[in-house]
């Protein structure tokens, strides 16, 4: 397939949440872009999965919608499967169809939760099994989608994408936020992924837009880590090892998580070479953003 030199323009479904709002503006420096979330906005259309009939007059003219849109809570998932089987599988299959209809080309975001985490890192050859509700709703709508669209659909895994805010809620402020209000960071030693900083998430989305290649993919960063080790290493920058407490993951109260979800993204890099900003420079980002010598 060639290279497309115009992008063409693009449906984000989802474009306020973690990854769709900084996505949704970079791509908006790049190409013609519309977006959507529940209740719409000044600059995004609305689309709720839980209402039965959606205006989609927005989607005139759109090549390639990525669907991020879905319930990503793992804990309210469990507590709720039945609104997460129909918001992630039953309802996104419904867009889904209505997007190949129009022959939009689809881009959907699934999980590393789609693994059982006993035998990380995974690759696009190993069989998902779902542990929690909420992969397997992901992995019910991967199915659903590659099928529905006769195998034309991109299916993204995602691995953690993080940022490098030290003020948000993301993976690695939220550690940092712990430690700067000296509460004790407990971590567990049995959590393996592979984030990916999402300025790279999003250079490789625009690479993929260029030349969409049907299957599914995985993309996660190259670094493996466990999370004990993660939170350690920003606690050495506040010279606060001390406040990182070893757990293990199923010592905690709530939803059994897997416990490693770590990808190989050979199969990616195979295709799209690239090279990823590691954990190492992110959190020495996190610390000059924060203000920390
Ligand atoms: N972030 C990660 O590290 C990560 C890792 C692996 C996979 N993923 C997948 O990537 C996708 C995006 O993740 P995210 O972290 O950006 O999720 P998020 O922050 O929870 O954002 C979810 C997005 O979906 C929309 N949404 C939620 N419920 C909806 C509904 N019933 N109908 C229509 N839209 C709805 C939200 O809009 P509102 O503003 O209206 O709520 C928001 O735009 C998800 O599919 C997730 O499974 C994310």
């Not at 010279?239 to 990182?244: A, K, M, P, R, Y």
Request: hydrophobic share 40%; with cysteine.
């Amino acid at each position: 397939m060639s290279i497309l030199s115009d992008p063409g323009k693009i449906a984000i479904i989802g474009a306020s949440g973690a990854i769709g709002k900084p996505l949704f503006e970079a791509l908006s420096q790049w190409t013609e872009i519309v977006g959507t979330s529940r209740r719409g906005s000044t600059t995004l259309a609305p689309l709720d999965l839980a209402s039965e009939d959606w205006d989609l007059h927005f989607l005139k003219g759109v090549r390639l919608a990525l669907i991020l849109a879905a319930n990503s809570k793992i804990a309210d998932c469990e507590q709720n499967p039945e609104q997460a089987w129909q918001i992630n599988h039953r309802q996104t299959l419904k867009l889904a169809m209505q997007l190949h209809h129009r022959g939009i080309q689809i881009v959907f975001a699934s999980t590393d939760n789609v693994f059982d985490g006993k035998k990380g890192p995974y690759s696009e050859q190993d069989s998902p099994n779902p542990q929690v509700v909420y992969g397997a709703t992901k992995l019910a709508a991967e199915r659903d989608i590659w099928n529905v669209t006769q195998n034309s659909a991109i299916i993204l895994r995602l691995s953690k994408i993080y940022d490098c805010n030290p003020h948000g809620s993301g993976l690695l402020g939220e550690i940092w936020q712990q430690l700067k209000r000296g509460q004790i960071v407990r971590a567990a030693v049995d959590q393996v992924f592979n984030p990916l900083h999402i300025d790279d998430l999003i250079i490789q989305i625009k690479r993929l837009i260029q030349d969409p290649k049907p299957g599914t993919w995985h993309l996660c960063g190259n670094e493996r880590i466990v999370r004990f080790d993660l939170a350690e290493q920003i606690a050495r920058r506040l010279d606060q090892q001390d406040c990182v407490q070893a757990i293990h993951l199923h010592d905690l109260p709530g939803v059994k998580r897997p416990l490693d979800t770590s990808m190989t993204n050979a199969k990616w890099l195979h295709h799209f070479p690239a090279s990823f900003q590691s954990l190492d420079i992110s959190i020495d980002q996190l610390v000059a953003r924060a203000g920390v010598a």
